[in-house]
């Protein structure tokens, strides 16, 4: 048999979970990729192929982990205005500092900030909603990882656009702009039913089907927000956006802590997918979403970080050990939200809820070569009696050794290749003294 030629091979991995549909694993096996995609999986392959080869020892391979829903650029108000109601937060913290300084400046350096951190612990694909959503483009295309992105659209005036018509045009411009970037996904980011009209929803809606993108939307977050729906349009969130036509399989809903039961049924039937994010609604006492109902009527559930303002940070691997644990306590049952099932929620649940399941979110032959290597060879995740469990219950993301995007190494002996640490650490503390005049004025 003829050696074929390969770009990169990773060799002797002690567990590879695939997160396929039949979620295949695979033990002291490789991984071979060629043209950014993986060409072939699983035992002996090394000796059918040669080139790069990379061997891995002490390794777990996982699908690249996909954030569901977080606001990049907000990592330069980590910690800002913690331990605050909501309101307080928002209106005499974050308010003023983002209507103050949001920029292209801003954004660019809170999301290089915020890539280093996803790519270093094991992100490989991001959903984005904020502004200057072309800085975060530029970002994420120089590091080379994956982001859907979409700036914010609400109806009064914000760092993006003077009116809601305004932002649905600068979107429309912007998925003109990245229709071919292998890395920006554009996507249309509707801010939530409280703060959009229904024309606006519609407005956004009729864009992200022409163009055929995801509609990214926050629903039913706080009760403030259903109360405040009910109160205006005589309906709750999910009732009121499928009474205007906007919930479908390509909505994907941040949040989502108070469906009713008659609203997860809506969520199933019209395929609409979910961005859990524990951390951040844990930490701004929104409450507790009912994951598990959703997933057992068929709602797809991807998780997300939210914010660094509110989480306060970008690790997938945390998340969601935070998820399986936080439903197991408040269910009282210990058999809810089991680890292959939190682990599918950052992969192929995640994929799923981005409409990307046919290129990321398993291992798979034909797929994109986007890969994590997690380091087992610590006494305190070892012995190893299951690799699901030891991930979710064990491990961070700092026990992320290795990140592949594309086939391309982007993390190696956990050192972030595309990124330049002192640098951040200086825009870092550049941003923090510029925002600290605000409270001394």
């Not at 080139?51 to 569901?68: E, H, R, S, W």
């Not at 509707?190 to 055929?212: F, G, I, N, Q, R």
């Amino acid at each position: 048999m003829a050696v074929k030629q390969a770009d990169l091979i990773l060799t002797d991995i002690d567990y590879i979970l695939t997160m396929d549909d039949s979620l295949t694993e695979y033990k002291d096996a490789d991984i071979v990729i060629k043209d950014g995609k993986i060409v072939d999986i699983g035992k002996d392959k090394k000796s059918e192929y040669y080139g790069k080869t990379v061997v891995c020892k002490n390794k777990i391979a996982i699908p690249g982990l996909i954030n569901t829903h977080t606001h990049a650029a907000m990592t330069l108000l980590r910690g800002y205005g913690s331990d605050n109601p909501l309101k307080v937060w928002l209106e005499e913290y974050i308010w003023p500092a983002e209507g103050r300084f949001v920029s292209y400046e801003f954004v660019k350096d809170g999301t290089e900030i915020a890539v280093y951190e996803m790519l270093r612990t094991g992100t490989t694909t991001f959903v984005d909603m904020y502004f200057y959503e072309n800085a975060v483009a530029d970002v994420i295309q120089k590091a080379g990882i994956r982001g859907i992105l979409s700036t914010g659209i609400l109806d009064f005036p914000t760092p993006g656009a003077k009116t809601p018509d305004e932002g649905i045009r600068k979107t429309v411009d912007f998925i003109n702009e990245y229709k071919d970037s292998p890395f920006v996904i554009p996507a249309i980011g509707p801010h939530a039913p409280y703060t959009c009209s229904p024309e606006t929803l519609k407005k956004a809606y009729e864009v992200a089907e022409k163009y055929d993108i995801l509609y990214h939307i926050h629903i039913a977050e706080t009760e403030f927000e259903v109360n405040t729906v009910k109160e205006k349009y005589g309906k709750t969130p999910v009732e009121h956006l499928d009474s205007v036509g906007v919930l479908s399989e390509r909505t994907l809903a941040a949040h989502m802590v108070y469906p009713s039961d008659k609203e997860i049924d809506i969520l199933s039937e019209r395929q609409v997918k979910v961005a859990h994010c524990p951390e951040s609604n844990l930490k701004l006492a929104s409450g507790i979403a009912p994951v598990p109902e959703m997933i057992q009527r068929g709602v797809i559930v991807g998780i997300g970080t939210d914010g660094t303002a509110s989480n306060d940070n970008l690790d997938i691997i945390g998340e969601i050990s935070t998820a399986a644990k936080l439903h197991k306590g408040f269910k009282k049952d210990p058999t809810v939200l089991n680890a292959k099932e939190a682990l599918l929620m950052a992969t192929r649940w995640g994929a799923q809820a981005v409409r990307m399941e046919d290129k990321i979110g398993s291992l798979e032959t034909g797929k994109f070569a986007d890969i994590v290597l997690l380091d087992m060879n610590d006494p305190r995740l070892n012995p190893l009696y299951d690799p699901y469990t030891q991930i979710v219950y064990s491990s961070s993301g700092l026990d992320v050794d290795t990140v592949i995007i594309g086939g391309e190494i982007k993390v190696l002996s956990k050192k972030v290749l595309p990124v330049n640490k002192d640098y951040l650490l200086e825009k870092a503390e550049y941003w923090k003294r510029k925002i600290d005049e605000i409270r001394k004025k």
